[in-house]
Structure formats: structure tokens, C-alpha cells
T-cell receptor, first 110, second 114 residues
Framework: GNSVTQMEGPVTLSEEAFLTINCTYTATGYPSLFWYVQYPGEGLQLLLKATKADDKGSNKGFEATYRKETTSFHLEKGSVQVSDSAVYFCALRADYKLSFGAGTTVTVRA | NAGVTQTPKFQVLKTGQSMTLQCAQDMNHEYMSWYRQDPGMGLRLIHYSVGAGITDQGEVPNGYNVSRSTTEDFPLRLLSAAPSQTSVYFC?????????????FGQGTRLTVV
């Protein structure tokens, strides 16, 4: 079946530090890959996505590249801000269902 | 610009009570689903629906019922609440055929069963 393995947190960083959250997947077929973000007290919202191999998704300074050869979709940001404190979920969609990773809690300190 | 609307946002139940969590979407999405979010466990799929009149079980369906009488609405019923159902519940909707598109989530319902 389809599954997502995500680097577990929590992760604590200082402002302007580099952030990377690892995500690998197992899927049949050709999945689309997503990163969702959940700010405190809110629902999940799409951060970025990539729908085929070598695609790079980007938004709000975050980037992730769909690597078919390593079945990975790692999330990166070069300089984090306090406002990036949130829970980040990696997800894949190979059919109509979404499969989620366990989520990574990121805290950025001023 | 409503998207997915969930009600209520917060609820406290006594053990054994029943209730319905409401979910409505205005994007004409065929696929709707319910998740529960528990610390350290990510999101777990409870039930889902691929269209009006069609529902199926997810990973953790016990203690919950769903129905889908219209495309827009997908309520989740707790039949007899238990403390183990204390959680945050999210409803989501997405296109069924366009699997390269994202799911949209409601704001969540924080349920406490005492």
C-alpha cells in the first residue's frame, strides 16, 4: 500500500536558520506529493505540491523536489522566521485517497 | 469563498452521549473524508465518500457512522461517545478524478469526551 515516512520532531530552530524536513514515500503508480502546514489552532492548508518526477514545488520560501529515484520529497527553507512555527505534514496521492506522514512540529525562536 | 465548513469548533460530551459533526463544502468535490488527529499519530482516516450515496471505512471507523445524501454534506456521527474519541477531527474534500490536485480541509472540531 501507499505510505509516507516523515522525519519526526519536534524541531527547534533559531530565526534565520536553515530548515529541512525529510520525507520518503512508498507508492504504486505515479503519486502526486504534497506538503501541508498546520498553524496553531487551525486546519491544514496546502504549502506546496509536485505532481511528477523532478518537479519542484515552492511557496513562501519553502521548496521541495520530487525525487523518484530516491522516493523522497524533502522540505527546505533557507531562512526561517518565527511565523513559520507550525506542524508540517508530508502527503501523497496515488489514487483518490491522501496518505499522510506523522507530522513534524517546528518551533522557531527569535 | 467558503471552501470546507465544519461545525462545531469545540464540543464537550459525556461518555455515552451521541452527536453529529457537520461538514459542508461548496466546491462540488466528489471525494470527502473525515480524519482524526491525535498527538504523535498524524492524521488517521475514519470514513470517506466518493460521491452521494457511497461511503466506505478508513483506518479507524469503529464508533463512527457517516452518510452522504448530497454532494455538499458529509456528517460524522458518534454513536456513543467514549473517552478514546477525544481528538481533533478534520473534514476534507477534493476532486475524485484529478488526483494531482490537493485536498481542502475544514478548521477542525476539538472534541473532549469526559
Amino acid at each position: 500500500g501507499n505510505s509516507v515516512t516523515q522525519m519526526e520532531g519536534p524541531v527547534t530552530l533559531s530565526e534565520e536558520a536553515f530548515l529541512t524536513i525529510n520525507c520518503t514515500y512508498t507508492a504504486t503508480g505515479y503519486p502526486s506529493l504534497f506538503w501541508y502546514v498546520q498553524y496553531p489552532g487551525e486546519g491544514l492548508q496546502l504549502l506546496l505540491k509536485a505532481t511528477k518526477a523532478d518537479d519542484k514545488g515552492s511557496n513562501k520560501g519553502f521548496e521541495a523536489t520530487y525525487r523518484k529515484e530516491t522516493t523522497s520529497f524533502h522540505l527546505e527553507k533557507g531562512s526561517v522566521q518565527v511565523s513559520d512555527s507550525a506542524v508540517y505534514f508530508c502527503a501523497l496521492r496515488a489514487d483518490y485517497k491522501l496518505s499522510f506522514g506523522a507530522g513534524t512540529t517546528v518551533t522557531v525562536r527569535a | 469563498n467558503a471552501g470546507v465548513t465544519q461545525t462545531p469548533k469545540f464540543q464537550v460530551l459525556k461518555t455515552g452521549q451521541s452527536m453529529t459533526l457537520q461538514c459542508a463544502q461548496d466546491m462540488n468535490h466528489e471525494y470527502m473524508s473525515w480524519y482524526r488527529q491525535d498527538p504523535g499519530m498524524g492524521l488517521r482516516l475514519i470514513h470517506y465518500s466518493v460521491g452521494a450515496g457511497i461511503t466506505d471505512q478508513g483506518e479507524v471507523p469503529n464508533g463512527y457512522n457517516v452518510s452522504r445524501s448530497t454532494t455538499e454534506d458529509f456528517p460524522l456521527r458518534l454513536l456513543s461517545a467514549a473517552p478514546s474519541q477525544t481528538s481533533v477531527y478534520f473534514c476534507a474534500s477534493s476532486s475524485f478524478l484529478r488526483t494531482n490536485t490537493e485536498a481542502f480541509f475544514g478548521q477542525g472540531t476539538r472534541l473532549t469526551v469526559v
